[in-house]
């Protein structure tokens, strides 16, 4: 599983041109999901996302968290994240999971995510979407999970 987690002040993800999703101060987060996935990878990698400390204390230190300032969460899943370069020039997406257990487990983050109190707001799974944001730094993170699990 693999989080792209990107500090924002404010994104939107729209299909077809309506807007289906939108946040203030937060996180973005794109979501890539492979077969070899579990809900308890999931949980470890929901868990290091909520926890994680990048929006600058009263110091400018890196030091307070998403419930300390209040942010949102935009979920976007994105199987392009397991995109596969090694050979020539287009890629190859056979390691991204199979539709049917990316969306399941893309619901499923979604839920630990607003069971844990917060506002979240997603994309489509499966749409042509497309996303604007305002990153907050810039301040972009990647987790692995084949480096945190």
């Given amino acids: 599983m693999k989080f792209v987690i990107q500090r924002v002040n404010e994104a939107s993800v729209a299909v ?8 203030k101060k937060g996180f973005l987060v794109l979501i890539g999901v492979s077969d070899s996935d579990t ?4 949980d470890k990698m929901v868990k290091k996302l909520l926890g ?3 929006f600058d204390d009263e110091n400018d230190k890196i030091n307070l968290s ?5 942010g949102e969460l935009l979920l976007i899943s994105q ?5 596969n370069c090694k050979k020539g020039y287009r890629p190859s997406f056979t390691d991204a999971g199979a ?7 893309y619901e499923y983050i979604i839920a630990k995510c607003r069971e844990e109190g917060y506002h979240v707001e997603t994309g489509e799974f499966g749409a042509d979407m497309k996303v ?3 990153n907050d730094g810039p301040f972009t993170i990647v987790l692995d999970s084949a480096e945190i699990c």
């Fill in 16 to 23: 077809d041109g309506n807007t289906i999703g939108a946040i």
């Fill in 39 to 42: 809900k308890e990878i999931a």
């Fill in 52 to 54: 994680l400390r990048i």
């Fill in 66 to 70: 998403l419930t300390d300032v209040g």
């Fill in 79 to 83: 199987f392009t994240l397991y995109a």
């Fill in 99 to 105: 539709p049917d257990f990316a969306n399941e487990m």
């Fill in 132 to 134: 604007s944001l305002l």
